[in-house]
């Protein structure tokens, strides 16, 4: 045999093709054809101890191995399945195969002459090949460039509608479905409706660089916009933006897309839409056509090859469809309020002049501050003047004016005393309405905070005592006086004191009388 690594030795050395010729014992063709075809498969020194010459001219003259009997054969389609499985490998492959070799006592292929087989066969036979593209791994999606014309009936106006593609890169399944706006939300929609039609979800998903898939992407950082990342999350799947300028990334998308592009927008470039739904449904029309349109290559179509090849590799759909969410943010009001574009909903009051995240989704509102969430509500699907508050988001102060009625105000004044209760009926009773008096008894309630329940009841006895309809003003000077700690009785029993003059020497009756001494 000839003795391929010393030839690839001393080339690698420097040394010319008459010299290996003299030292290797094999014809100078021979050592040409060797070093050229180690060039052409970029073989190069030093090798791996374990490599043989056996391997080498395996490697080199493929033709010949394959027909070696001592050669272990390649069973092309149990690599074909076992590459359909989650982490299987074609090292890992390859592995399990040199131990079968070697306990059937046959010399196994190389990795890399197991590979190019492998490969070969893939190509002569048309199957799919999983080696990049195992099923259930990566859907790609895209906006297709051509747009459908809808038809204004009455004003003649024409209004694009844009076309979604996505593709499973395995078995080529293609979804389309037609939007009237390329935004993030019609872009996260047709990802949930692809997966609803698809019956499952891939681990991947691949998007372009496109504003509603992608906020920022270069070699440092990748960016996904939120309520895009929280679809993937929902989904258990992973977004792997392409790289920019890189269509390469996601080839069967630009494939599907052109694909698409002729087998549904140019087929229905002579229909005239004068409807949005008009045009949903013929979209929907050519896309069942096109995945049921037969391969030219091998046999079935593209449903088919998803059925039999890629459906049970899917991951399943979660309970619940995905709820799309809306994102922004806003600073707090001063009555601790924000809005979602119809009505208020309450926050708590301490974060007044902050500014927040709002997650809006068709049912419920919720604020988030540095990543937590502080407030939720059930969303109002009609205006309304009054904010959506939520008492537990208030001051004190609020909350306790919120809380203020009649009936509540009666209650504090029976635990406060029976002239409070008194007095605080009358405040309710003698106006019109009874918010007419809900100052004074707010007042009331204040001076008892601070001058106790006690003080203030003796202070309304006083005041009752004087007149049957008391003023606030003359209670609240008997508290300020401190009147209200002398008891009414002894009050009443005690007499004035006698007033002494202190003006020196005053004249007496005499010098008023009639024919005084001065007459």
Not at 291 to 316: D, I, L, S, V, W
């Amino acid at each position: 045999m000839v003795d391929y690594r010393e030839i690839l030795r001393l080339h690698n050395l420097g040394y010319s093709q008459r010299m290996i010729t003299s030292s290797v014992h094999s014809s100078r063709s021979t050592v040409k054809e060797v070093i050229n075809l180690a060039n052409a498969f970029k073989i190069e020194w030093p090798l791996d101890p374990n490599v043989t010459n056996l391997d080498l001219e395996l490697l080199l003259y493929p033709d010949r191995a394959e027909k070696d009997p001592n050669r272990m054969p390649i069973d092309f389609l149990w690599i074909h399945r076992e590459l359909a499985k989650k982490g299987v490998t074609m090292t890992l492959l390859w592995t399990e195969y040199c131990e079968a070799a070697y306990a059937a006592g046959k010399q196994p292929y190389m990795s890399t002459q197991f590979g190019d087989l492998y490969r070969k066969w893939a190509r002569v036979s048309k199957a799919t090949m999983r080696i990049s593209r195992k099923p259930g791994e990566t859907f790609e999606v895209d906006w297709a460039g051509t747009t459908v014309d809808i038809h204004d009936s009455v004003t003649g106006e024409i209004t694009p509608a844009y076309l979604f593609v996505g593709v499973l890169s395995c078995s080529n399944l293609v979804y389309a479905e037609l939007c009237r706006d390329m935004k993030s939300e019609n872009f996260i929609l047709c990802h949930v409706h692809a997966y609803e039609y698809f019956g499952g979800v891939t681990r991947l998903v691949v998007p372009d660089n496109l504003k509603a898939g992608v906020t920022k992407n270069t070699r440092y950082e990748t960016v996904i916009p939120r309520a895009y990342q929280e679809m993937a999350d929902h989904y258990d799947t992973a977004i792997v933006p392409a790289r920019p300028k890189a269509p390469d990334d996601k080839p069967n998308a630009e494939g599907s897309v052109k694909f698409a592009t002729t087998w549904i927008l140019a087929a229905l470039r002579n229909d005239r839409f004068f409807s949005f739904e008009a045009a949903q449904v013929a979209v929907k029309e050519k896309l069942e056509s096109l995945n049921h349109k037969p391969f030219k290559a091998r046999k079935g179509n593209r449903r088919t090859a998803y059925e039999e090849e890629e459906r049970g590799f899917m991951q399943p759909l979660p309970p619940t469809p995905f709820e799309l969410a809306t994102w922004s943010t806003a600073k707090v009001h001063n009555d601790y309020t924000v809005t979602d574009g119809l009505n208020r909903y309450s926050v708590p009051f301490d974060l007044i002049g902050e500014t927040v995240d709002i997650r809006t989704t068709r049912d419920t509102v919720e604020v988030f501050f540095r990543g937590g969430r502080v407030a939720s509500h059930m969303r109002l699907k009609k205006a309304q003047n009054d904010a959506v508050m939520v008492p537990g988001h208030m001051p004190e102060a609020h909350r306790r004016y919120l809380s203020y009625n009649k009936d509540a105000f009666l209650s504090w004044a029976e635990t406060a005393g029976p002239s409070v209760s008194k007095v605080v009926r009358q405040f309710l009773e003698s106006g019109k309405e009874p918010e007419q008096g809900y100052k004074y008894c707010v007042s009331l309630m204040k001076a008892s905070d601070r001058y106790g329940h006690d003080r203030v009841d003796a202070a309304c006895e006083r005041a009752l005592a004087f007149s049957s309809v008391p003023a606030l003003r003359s209670i609240l000077t008997i508290l300020k006086n401190g009147q209200d700690k002398i008891p009414l009785g002894r009050a009443a029993e005690t007499p004035a004191p006698k007033s002494r003059s202190h003006h020196g020497i005053t004249r007496g009756a005499d010098a008023f009388r009639k024919g005084g001494a001065n007459a």
